[in-house]
Nanobody, 125 residues
Framework: VQLQASGGGLVEAGGSLRLSCAAS????????TAWFRQTPGEEREFVAV????????YYANSVRGRFTVSRDNAENTVYLQMNSLKPEDTALYYC???????????????????WGQGTQVTVSS
């Protein structure tokens, strides 16, 4: 599976962005797809994940209520709608897929063997 993340950019605090993660190769619809983010010098941080069928989602506490993850399996694409953005949301955002972790493991980056290249989100104050 190859992943291509896009949609990042520069936005003012309070604004919105929608990230896309397009998959090619093996259909990503077989797997959960997660979003992580990373800032320089920090570990990769879980943001959100959506199950293969799209029926279940999980979010980090820091983004719950502001971010929404969704998927279009016909298009092999997963989205991350980010609203009410804050400067602390500034990071390089990655999508990842390739497994169906149990609930207690969905937030672990090590569960996902396939990663996109990352898209930069910068939120100005």
């Amino acid at each position: 599976v190859q992943l291509q993340a896009s949609g990042g950019g520069l936005v003012e605090a309070g604004g919105s962005l929608r990230l896309s993660c397009a998959a090619s190769g093996r259909p990503s619809s077989r797997y959960a797809t997660a979003w992580f983010r990373q800032t320089p010098g920090e570990e990769r941080e879980f943001v959100a994940v959506i199950r293969a069928t799209g029926s279940t989602t999980y979010y980090a506490n820091s983004v719950r209520g502001r971010f929404t993850v969704s998927r279009d399996n016909a298009e092999n694409t997963v989205y991350l709608q980010m609203n009410s953005l804050k400067p602390e949301d500034t990071a390089l955002y990655y999508c990842a897929t390739g497994s169906n972790p149990i609930t207690s493991a969905v937030r672990s980056a090590s569960m996902y063997p396939y990663w996109g290249q990352g898209t930069q989100v910068t939120v100005s104050s």
